[in-house]
Every structure is written in C-alpha cells, then in structure tokens.
C-alpha cells in the first residue's frame, strides 16, 4: 500500500493545457541549454580525472628529472608519485572543478597504481577485471549512472499504473538485466513491452532472458536512449541517479504524447 501510494504520487502523466497540449515553456536557447546538458565524455568527471593526473605526472616526472641532473639527487619512485597525486588532485579541484571527493582518490591513485603493479598477479588477470566492468558498466563514466536495479516490490506496485487500454506501449529506460521489462510483459500480455539498455554484458543477458522462456510481447532494444523518440509511448519509466534526471525530463517534455505518463 505505501509502495502504491509513492509511485501513484510521483508517476503523474505530463502535464498539458487546456488545448490538450503540451505548455510549450521551453524556447529554442532552452532546448539547446537541454541538450547541451545531456551526458558527455567531455564533460566527464573521468577525463577530468585523467588530465589532471597526466598534468601531474608531467610535472612531478619533470622535477624529479630536473632534480636528479642538476642536483644529482635521485628522487624515490613513490615520492614522486606521491607527488603527482597531490599536484593532480590540487589541478583537479582548482581547476577543473571535480567534485572534493576526488581530492583523496586523485592522491593515492599513483602510488596504489604502482603497488598493484608489484604484486605477482597475472596480467591477463587485470585485463579480464577491466573487460568484465566495461561491459557491465559501459557507459557509467560519460552518463554517471551505475547499474541500478528495481526490486521485485517495487516492480508489482508499479504494475498497477499501466495504462489499461489494450495495445499501449511501455518503454523501460536502461532495463539493466530486463527483469522489470519481462515482469510487466507477463502481468500485462496485451501490452507492447520494450526496454534499451546500452551496457552490452546487462544487454546481452536481458536478450537470451527474453530468447528462453520471455513472452512474446517484449522487445529488447540495444542503444542509447538519449538517441530514441519517446513519441507514441504511453508509459515511460526509468531509474536511474539523479545526475541525467533534468535533461531527460525536458526531453520527456518534448517528445512524449500528452496524457502519457
């Protein structure tokens, strides 16, 4: 019951005027300034991160070689790297903005880089830990948006907002594995049930959940869903963090049919 009531207070349809449209709020600068702030790796918190460190890496080699020629001092390897965490994570604050809970991870990201490098642990051991969390979180570092997944409650409560009519379109964003597409496909068999995912290991496994044993009425979708209509959908939902929620509340603004929710 308390499940109910929040999704029923908070999935409410787009508003509309008294004309059945849309409130056309939004001017040209402002569709701009909403696209503008969709997901990018130029905006990235993790391009920033590895400028700054590549920035500090330059600098703290630099002086050490400096050091080591002019002084014939030879500077220890983790002082220097030390040394370029710090300058990273003071390049990375000042300025490129990032956020202060880099500050800690900028300085110690060298030296630990370094101390796992000593360890006797296979390469090949490394590549698969990078390949395994590149496939399950493709896209977390452009969108940051981590793999989030809707309970089974919260998958039950939520069949109850569906559009009764028969024929009606749902459209799950970033469906993760597909539990939520394929839940709502059996609960509502008369539906059109579709999800798009763009990490491809999440992907790939919602795709063969679908092959064996899905009903018939689901559609997984691989891509980005920044790049697909939500015109002709009559129910949307995503969960995703708050970080991409405002521009794709506006896209939702434009493309989606009035009376939809």
Do not use: C
């Not at 905006?43 to 080699?61: C, D, E, M, N």
């Not at 220890?76 to 040394?83: K, M, N, R, T």
């Not at 630990?112 to 006797?120: D, E, G, P, Q, R």
């Amino acid at each position: 019951g308390t499940m109910n009531a929040m999704l029923a207070n908070f999935a409410q349809p787009i508003p509309k005027n008294k004309a059945g449209q849309f409130p056309m709020m939004l001017s040209q600068n402002s569709n701009d300034s909403a696209a503008s702030t969709r997901p990018s790796w130029r905006r990235a918190p993790l391009v920033g991160v590895l400028l700054a460190q590549a920035t500090g890496a330059i600098i703290a080699f630099g002086a050490a070689l400096v050091g080591a020629a002019w002084l014939g001092v030879a500077a220890p390897l983790f002082a220097v790297l030390a040394l370029q965490g710090l300058i990273a994570a003071r390049i990375g604050e000042r300025l490129l903005r990032l956020p202060r809970w880099w500050i800690p991870i900028q300085m110690t990201m060298p030296p630990a880089a370094a101390l796992v490098s000593m360890l006797a642990v296979p390469a090949w051991v490394h590549l698969a830990i990078f390949a395994t969390l590149a496939l399950v979180f493709w896209n977390s570092a452009r969108s940051r948006v981590p793999l989030y997944l809707t309970n089974r409650t919260t998958e039950l409560a939520f069949a109850a907002l569906l559009p009764p009519k028969p024929g009606a379109r749902f459209i799950d964003l970033g469906h993760g594995f597909g539990a939520t597409v394929l839940a709502l496909a059996r609960i509502r068999p008369d539906m059109s049930v579709e999800g798009i995912e763009s990490a491809p290991f999440p992907f790939i496994v919602s795709y063969f959940r679908r092959l064996f044993g899905g009903p018939s009425n689901v559609r997984m979708i691989y891509g980005d869903f920044w790049n697909r209509s939500l015109a002709g959908y009559d129910m949307v939902y995503v969960f995703l963090s708050p970080e991409p929620m405002s521009a794709l509340y506006e896209k939702a603004r434009r493309e989606m049919t009035p009376g939809s929710l």
